[in-house]
Structures are given as C-alpha cells and as structure tokens.
C-alpha cells in the first residue's frame, strides 16, 4: 500500500522472524513481519526522520522503535544499544543507531549515522 501510495519513494526496512530462531521477536514459530528503518527518494536522498515516521504512521508501516531523542551523548547510545529488545522486552537489542532528526552528509557525501551494536546481541 505504501509503495503504490509513493511511487517516488523507496522504503528502507527488514524482514524478520523465521530466519533467526533466536530473534523472533515475539512471532509465533514460521512467522515474519517487516519492520521499516528508513526511507529515501529515488534519486537517493533520505528523508528527514520526522518525516519519515509521518509517512510511515499515515500508512500503518511498522517502524523500529525510537529509544531517545535528544541532544548527543555516546554513553545514552551504549546505555541504549545494551537494553532489552523494545519490541518484545525479552531478548538484548541488536543495538542502537543514531541518526540526526534532520538529514546531514559529510565531506565525503555519506549520511551521518552511528550504530553501537549491542554486548548482549554478540553472544
């Protein structure tokens, strides 16, 4: 529904479920779902990250949960990257990435993104 509702647009997510045992979160055995991260425009310029939970919002897409908003701190990022999964509470998070709430490249023309995986998914 989405992609024909935007035919300019490409919407970034994952499909998980029953092809990671261990990382079901919360589907029954044989189950999948997706769950969007991101969206951009076709010539390759992401969308503003407000704008991209409207979009998602306005058209039921399951988006990854937002675990702050505010301003920079490296250690919110590991306290973040290190709690439970927000989709089911049970297992760890796979970690936690930052992006800024209006889009930013550097000199290089790459996205400004930091991930911090967390200890808990690597074991």
């Not at 990382?23 to 407000?50: E, H, M, W």
């Not at 250690?75 to 990257?81: D, F, G, L, N, R």
């Not at 996205?111 to 808990?120: A, M, P, Q, T």
Request: charged share 25%; net charge positive; proline share 7%.
């Amino acid at each position: 529904v989405f992609c024909r509702a935007n035919p300019e647009l490409v919407l970034w997510g994952e499909v998980y479920g029953m092809n990671k045992p261990s990382y079901t979160y919360g589907l029954a055995p044989g189950q999948r779902s997706f769950i969007a991260f991101d969206i951009c425009r076709k010539d390759g310029v992401f969308l503003n990250y407000d704008d991209f939970v409207s979009l998602c919002d306005t058209h039921n897409v399951p988006r990854v949960p937002e675990l702050y908003r505010g301003p920079w701190s490296r250690e919110k990022v590991i306290e973040m990257a290190e709690q439970p999964c927000k989709l089911t509470g049970k297992t760890n998070a796979e970690g936690a990435v930052v992006k800024p709430v209006t889009e930013r490249v550097n000199r290089r023309f790459e996205r400004l993104i930091y991930k911090v995986i967390g200890s808990g998914y690597k074991t």
